[in-house]
């Protein structure tokens, strides 16, 4: 009965605020003739578009996350952990920003037509799709390399040396033997990736210029442009299907908790050396021309005003509202709405996420121990599937529950920083769940032997063995509470309007003067973000506590 009632708070919280705007869009789409909506060509195109683009998306992530996995968690050198808080920025970063810094990283290219290849600027700088399909790899190259390296990097060394002394090559020895045992890892990581390349909308909206359709964009123009909700139920009923179809995939083959984060990264590793050429050669290019360039330069971009000239110009104007008075509030007031929400969706979401952990690494009291382990598993993909449902489709879901009834939150302010939490909730759950089941249980039985509850052995061992994780869930939260874009866009409306709101609105109208603000608040988020992920990567490591001294 005590479990149940823990496990009350979680599972209220994510059917109230998930599954039922999901039941209510689903009633909503198949109570319509919702399958012609299928059969409109730009719906179809927007449908295959959307597919094509994840799968390549996450094939090349996948390509090129392998190699970085392997030198930046298999081996050590020195600024490992810089390149890694580097390559995690772009993951967090507000969705928005990053269409921004691609926008402005494509206007740069143009220095191919003046050198007279206009081949290169037809094909691919002039062509919104391939910017679209860079932004994703920039997004998300870092689930492949942390989920893949953070699986590598607690391997032991013996099968691969055993493999090279018996003459493979590393080349073979990765196909034979490090890739099959790397396959949950491989494959959990593409499920996500495919999920949110194919769940993408402010990089569409931007970098597509209107010439680019989604699901996602359609859901959104079909509610908030058009008012055509049976339309946008269809589209939503058609994303959500391909959130269940990728995590059923991924569940079937990893069959465990697959995190981003180790508490342990097990044995020593070697340093670099030549044979690690080309795996170093694909890393430090990717690094740098895919994730670095782009930063530095909204960075720099940030510092150029109007005429041309470099100062803090832009800087300055935030305490305005832009050209004519375009805001609503200045930035400064979207930035105080935007602390309050990322502090309450940040309490909640640690706070849930860390309790749900925490169950979800109990076993199941029974005898059939397929059965435990099949409701263990119900219960983990219900809890993670917000994190496959794009804020678009949430943000919609609340337009059309919460106007009225027993939760009338439409018109509150609390509905933001509700769904924030509810987005990162299944990220917290995502690293503190297998951090909590890679500790094992033997410091839970050494605790009962000690005379200790399971309350005990909570606060002083295990919590104290995942501390870091914790940080960086929270840390993680605070980040993708605040670059949040999709739902804000739908449900933060006048004197509510949050930083990447404003953002969008400063960026979509003409003006040097809007233009400059877009870029200061592009440059400040992303010091932000690295500063956050910064702190949560050279974090000090805690000490080792045994059960027994931990208890006394």
């Avoid at 298999?74 to 507000?94: C, D, E, S």
């Avoid at 970098?207 to 139920?233: C, R, W």
């Avoid at 400064?332 to 969706?345: E, P």
Wanted: proline fraction near 4%.
């Amino acid at each position: 009965m005590k479990r149940i009632g823990l496990w009350a708070g979680p599972l209220l919280f994510v059917a109230a605020l998930f599954y039922w705007p999901l039941a209510n869009i689903l009633g909503e789409g198949l109570g319509q003739d919702w399958l012609r909506t299928f059969a409109e060509p730009r719906v179809l195109s927007a449908i295959w578009f959307t597919v094509w683009q994840a799968v390549l998306s996450t094939a090349i992530c996948i390509l090129l996350g392998i190699p970085g996995a392997y030198v930046l968690y298999r081996k050590k050198f020195r600024g490992q952990k810089l390149l890694r808080a580097i390559i995690t920025v772009p993951l967090v970063l507000p969705t928005i920003v990053v269409a921004i810094s691609f926008a402005s990283f494509r206007s740069m290219h143009e220095i191919y037509r003046t050198l007279g290849l206009d081949l290169i600027v037809d094909v691919f700088v002039d062509n919104p799709i391939y910017w679209i399909i860079v932004a994703h790899i920039f997004v998300n190259y870092s689930i492949a390399v942390r989920t893949i390296g953070g699986v590598w990097v607690t391997m032991d060394n013996e099968t691969e040396e055993a493999a090279e002394l018996a003459g493979a090559g590393r080349l073979r020895t990765l196909v034979s033997i490090t890739l099959p045992q790397l396959k949950p890892a491989v494959v959990s990581a593409a499920a996500l990736i495919f999920l949110f390349c194919a769940t993408s909308y402010g990089i569409i909206l931007i970098l597509g210029g209107g010439l680019v359709h989604s699901v996602e964009t359609e859901i959104a123009s079909a509610a908030t442009q058009f008012l055509d909700l049976p339309k946008a139920a269809a589209l939503a009923i058609m994303q959500t299907l391909l959130t269940v179809a990728a995590f059923t995939y991924s569940e079937n083959i990893t069959k465990g908790a697959i995190g981003i984060e180790q508490v342990d990264e097990g044995n020593a590793h070697p340093p670099l050396d030549k044979r690690d050429w080309l795996a170093t050669t694909i890393t430090f290019v990717t690094i740098g021309f895919l994730t670095l360039m782009p930063i530095l330069v909204v960075l720099a971009r940030a510092f150029v005003h109007g005429d041309g000239g470099f100062g803090l110009e832009n800087f300055a104007n935030l305490s305005g509202r832009g050209d004519r008075d375009l805001l609503n509030i200045s930035v400064g007031q979207a930035a105080l709405n935007t602390l309050r929400n990322v502090s309450i969706s940040t309490l909640i979401a640690v706070t849930l996420g860390t309790l749900s952990a925490y169950l979800l690494s109990r076993p199941i009291r029974g005898k059939n121990l397929k059965a435990r382990k099949f409701v263990n598993r119900v219960i983990d993909i219900s809890l993670l599937l917000p994190m496959g449902i794009s804020s678009v489709v949430l943000g919609f879901g609340f337009l059309i529950s919460f106007g009225g009834g027993p939760l009338p939150l439409r018109s509150s302010w609390l509905i933001v920083p509700l769904v924030q939490a509810l987005m990162a909730l299944p990220l917290v759950i995502r690293l503190i769940y297998p951090a909590l089941v890679s500790i094992g249980s033997d410091h839970r039985e050494a605790a009962s032997t000690a005379g200790a509850n399971a309350r005990q052995t909570w606060w002083h061992i295990e919590s104290r063995m995942i501390r870091t994780v914790i940080v960086t869930a929270i840390g993680y939260a605070l980040v993708v509470s605040i670059g949040e874009f999709g739902a804000a866009s739908l449900l933060a409306y006048g004197d509510q309007a949050t930083l990447p709101t404003v953002l969008y609105a400063l960026i979509s109208r003409p003006g040097s003067t809007n233009y400059g603000m877009a870029m200061a608040v592009t440059a400040i988020l992303i010091l932000l973000t690295f500063a956050l992920v910064s702190a949560v990567t050279f974090r000090k490591k805690p000490r080792r506590h045994s059960s027994r001294s931990a208890l006394s």
